[in-house]
């Protein structure tokens, strides 16, 4: 039965690594990057504002996400924007236990799980992961583990909007499982070490808590054997 799981794991993982080249390609041959399939074509484009608006939701998998930019001097690495990668809290049943949640237990938008932002560069071209501090996302923060056991559950392909971004977003989670692994643990670490006090979530100079550089050939090559 474990071998089962295994192989069905394994196939999965490959699945994913042929469809994020797919879809590299077909945005490739589309001329248009990934992001710009998502902001607007007039150049309008204003930071900190979410892409979609209402974000996209798969509401069968309970996953979503929104593109955005901070303003060009909190940009580093010549970073275009990020995704900010979630699950809808529902996903999350008992016994499932935040470390923390909202101030006085509502979020003042959507209740989410944040699993992790992924950058792009001005071409398109996904260049970093990194985790956040609860109060950056105004999320429902659980432990590593927690996330870890459902992201392969991750699947946009019900979300509105652009068919091939959701596909590739899709893909590009699974294949870049074990950067996530990697970056939430760091989180966790790094939270066990910094939150002595409930002050640490709502703290604006803790951001970011972890993060990994993103090497998309290496993501593909591992699976797609």
């Known amino acids: 039965m474990l071998l089962a799981k295994r192989l069905s794991g394994e196939a999965r993982l490959a699945a994913a690594a042929r469809h994020l080249v797919e879809a590299t390609v077909e945005l490739a041959q589309s001329g248009t990057p990934?992001?710009?399939?998502?902001?607007?074509?007039?150049?309008?484009?204003?930071?900190?504002?979410h892409y979609p608006a209402s974000d996209a939701v798969d509401r069968r998998s309970g996953s979503r996400w929104f593109y955005h930019a901070h303003p060009a001097e909190q940009r580093t690495g010549g970073e275009h924007g990020h995704f900010h990668l979630?699950?809808?809290?529902?996903?999350?049943?008992?016994?499932?236990?935040?470390?923390?949640?909202?101030?006085?237990?509502?979020?003042?938008?959507?209740?989410?799980?944040?699993?992790?932002?992924?950058?792009?560069?001005?071409?398109?071209?996904?260049?970093?992961?990194?985790?956040?501090?609860?109060?950056?996302?105004?999320?429902?923060?659980?432990?590593a583990g927690e996330v870890l056991s459902r992201l392969a559950r991750f699947d946009l392909s019900r979300a509105p909007g652009d068919a091939l971004v959701n596909r590739w977003l899709t893909a590009a989670v699974a294949c870049l499982a074990p950067e996530i692994t990697q970056i939430l643990h760091e989180r966790d670490a790094r939270i066990a070490a910094l939150s002595s006090d409930d002050a640490f979530w709502e703290d604006r100079d803790a951001e970011i808590l972890s993060s990994s550089a993103v090497d998309l050939q290496r993501a593909v090559t591992e699976f797609d054997r």
């Open 34 to 49: 990934l992001m710009r399939r998502i902001v607007p074509d007039d150049g309008d484009f204003a930071v900190w504002q």
């Open 86 to 143: 979630f699950f809808e809290r529902h996903v999350f049943k008992p016994p499932a236990m935040a470390l923390a949640g909202p101030v006085g237990g509502a979020s003042v938008g959507a209740d989410v799980v944040h699993i992790a932002a992924l950058s792009v560069d001005l071409r398109g071209i996904p260049v970093q992961l990194f985790t956040v501090n609860r109060w950056v996302t105004d999320e429902w923060l659980y432990p």
